[in-house]
């Protein structure tokens, strides 16, 4: 069974920093992209950034290209969000995704993870 169990969100005030993690299980991941969509009340769920699992390229959003950067640790199975420059509207429900595409839509993911909640206070 295919776990993502994300955790590191909270609150913090603008100009802070945070960082997510994805904890991955279930299979064998070195031939997936993993990453992050975050979700804001009342819209729609948002690509954020991605990496893939064996070579390591990223991708980012242009909202957040600068301000966030995307990692993993092959040995933990974990990929890592920091957060940094944060700003009110990067407030939203962040959820690990995997999918075996170069995805950047939702319908490209294969796994979602949970969900967790990132506060940014103004």
């Known amino acids: 069974q295919v776990q993502l169990v994300e955790s590191g969100g909270g609150l913090v005030q603008a100009g802070g920093s945070l960082r997510l993690s994805c904890a991955a299980s279930?299979?064998?991941?070195?031939?997936?992209?993993m990453g992050w969509f975050r979700q804001a009340p009342g819209k729609e769920r948002e690509f954020v950034a991605r990496i893939t699992w064996s070579g390591g390229s990223t991708y980012y959003a242009d909202s957040v290209k600068g301000r966030f950067t995307i990692s993993k640790d092959n040995a933990r199975n974990t990929v890592y969000l920091q957060m940094n420059s944060l700003k009110p509207e990067d407030t939203a429900v962040y959820y690990c995704a995997a999918g075996r595409f170069l995805f950047t839509g939702t319908h490209q993911v294969d796994y979602w993870g949970q969900g967790t909640q990132v506060t940014v206070s103004s």
């Open positions: 279930g299979r064998t991941f070195s031939s997936y992209a």
